[in-house]
């Protein structure tokens, strides 16, 4: 298995624009979260999905994000607008079960100009 | 509230020396505690479990519930050791990470 596999590596864009990053999971895992890591606030879990059910989204900073998972093996996060404070490196990582040692992808570096 | 602390941000050793990297945990009821390390340039990845109670390139942690710790030890830092670790905790259906901690080890 290729692993949790992540795109784009990177991605620079103007303020405003819509963002959309891709994560497929390792196949057979049930459990996908997304992070984003920032030098100011470290690594923050934003959402997880369970059975591509969400389970937690209580670190999705606001309405401007969103996030699905349409089937087992694919997510997205979604920036709409985006702002430069989003800025960060976004984190997939996937897991047998929930609970279970997490598998994380390359992430992607998004930079809002 | 279930909360994880690491209260070192930056930690700083010089090779040959023991580290230890402070994780307290706030949880009611029984944890499920993780250690989990980046290094430079490459994926975050599972360095080790309590739940498994085993060495991971020479580290240990023990879960100490009466302390809620579950701090992260090396009798001798190597400097490839040099990375950044985050102390994770699942209960009640959620994940929490520490703040993480920066190793450097220098030679």
């Known amino acids: 298995d290729a692993g949790v596999i992540q795109s784009p590596r990177h991605e620079v864009t103007e303020m405003g624009q819509e963002v959309t990053l891709r994560c497929k999971p390792i196949s057979g895992h049930n459990s996908l979260f997304w992070y984003r890591q920032t030098m100011m606030r470290g690594l923050e879990l934003l959402i997880y999905f369970n059975n591509n059910v969400p389970i937690d989204d209580s670190g999705m900073p606001e309405d401007r994000f969103s996030a699905k998972m349409p089937n087992a093996s694919f997510s997205t996060l979604k920036i709409q607008p985006s702002e430069p404070r989003d800025s960060a490196v976004y984190f997939c990582?996937?897991?047998?079960?929930?609970?279970?040692?997490?598998?994380f992808g390359d992430g992607t570096r998004l930079s809002i100009l | 509230a279930q909360r994880v602390t690491q209260p070192e941000k930056l930690l700083s050793v010089f090779k040959g020396a023991p580290v230890e990297l402070k994780c307290n945990y706030s949880y009611s009821g029984s944890p499920e505690l993780f250690w989990y390390v980046q290094y430079s340039r490459q994926r975050l990845q599972l360095l080790l479990r309590h739940i498994s109670r085993e060495s991971i390139k020479g580290f240990t942690a023990d879960l100490n519930k009466g302390e809620t710790s579950f701090h992260l030890k090396k009798p001798f830092a190597q400097e490839e050791d040099s990375a950044m670790y985050y102390c994770?905790?699942?209960?009640?259906?959620?994940?929490?990470f520490g703040q993480g901690t920066e190793l450097s080890v220098k030679p």
């Open positions: 990582a996937s897991s047998f079960v929930v609970n279970q040692p997490q598998h």
């Open positions: 994770v905790l699942w209960g009640a259906g959620k994940l929490i």
